[in-house]
T-cell receptor
Framework: GAVVSQHPSRVICKSGTSVKIECRSL??????MFWYRQFPKQSLMLMATSNEGSKATYEQGVEKDKFLINHASLTLSTLTVTSAHPEDSSFYIC???????????????FGPGTRLTVL | AQSVTQLGSHVSVSEGALVLLRCNYS??????LFWYVQYPNQGLQLLLK??????LVKGINGFEAEFKKSETSFHLTKPSAHMSDAAEYFCAVSGNTGGFKTIFGAGTRLFVKA
């Protein structure tokens, strides 16, 4: 149980285009999903917290108009990188918190990640 | 505010030797603490978590960690390293405030020598 999927796993796009990444909780409901960015050999940096049915909360320094997050259902959140540039190339990872877990443990389940390369 | 400090960006051990990866945390609320492992180009896998129950937490693959409040530490250990343990390890802290955000340490790369 507690599986999170991401699609696509790898995407290459041209500079100036937009890319959408999907994050799905396959066997549980996720009221909260998180989006992280990871540069090579570095840690995960939280970009935003996505709550189902409401606007995402972005971390300081993250451009909300560039990284559009939608969490329209309890099992799906999407991250759209708009007008992508080479500096947006990175590994993007989502995680989901099981709504049924309440506050205990705060465990998040991570997706396998999406490698974005902008040419 | 919460933060995590992992001491040592790289740790190298011989196969069969003790693995010790250090993590210190800072939290204004009772923390939940986690250790994750990441293999190249993959997501994160939970090794173990501390949720205010037993201070010595056992995880998968023979790993364990001890929560020491007085030292604000949550070091990860394994008695005998295997080649397959070579990976990146992240310590993380979370709490029941701030939207349940999880804050990650910088990571420690574990190398295992034959």
């Amino acid at each position: 149980g507690a599986v999170v999927s991401q699609h696509p796993s790898r995407v290459i796009c041209k500079s100036g285009t937009s890319v959408k990444i999907e994050c799905r909780s396959l066997d549980f409901q996720a009221t909260t999903m998180f989006w992280y960015r990871q540069f090579p050999k570095q840690s995960l940096m939280l970009m935003a917290t996505s709550n189902e049915g409401s606007k995402a909360t972005y971390e300081q320094g993250v451009e909300k108009d560039k990284f559009l997050i939608n969490h329209a259902s309890l099992t799906l959140s999407t991250l759209t990188v708009t007008s992508a540039h080479p500096e947006d190339s990175s590994f993007y990872i989502c995680s989901a918190r099981d709504a049924a877990s309440g506050g205990a443990g705060n465990e998040q389940f991570f997706g396998p990640g999406t490698r974005l390369t902008v040419l | 505010a919460q933060s995590v400090t992992q001491l040592g960006s790289h740790v190298s051990v011989s196969e069969g030797a003790l693995v010790l990866l250090r993590c210190n945390y800072s939290s204004s609320v009772p923390p939940y603490l986690f250790w994750y492992v990441q293999y190249p180009n993959q997501g994160l896998q939970l090794l173990l978590k501390y949720t205010s129950a037993a201070t010595l937490v056992k995880g998968i693959n023979g790993f364990e960690a001890e929560f020491k409040k007085s030292e604000t530490s949550f070091h990860l250990t394994k008695p005998s390293a295997h080649m397959s343990d070579a990976a990146e390890y992240f310590c993380a802290v979370s709490g029941n405030t701030g939207g349940f955000k999880t804050i990650f340490g910088a990571g420690t790369r574990l190398f295992v020598k034959a």
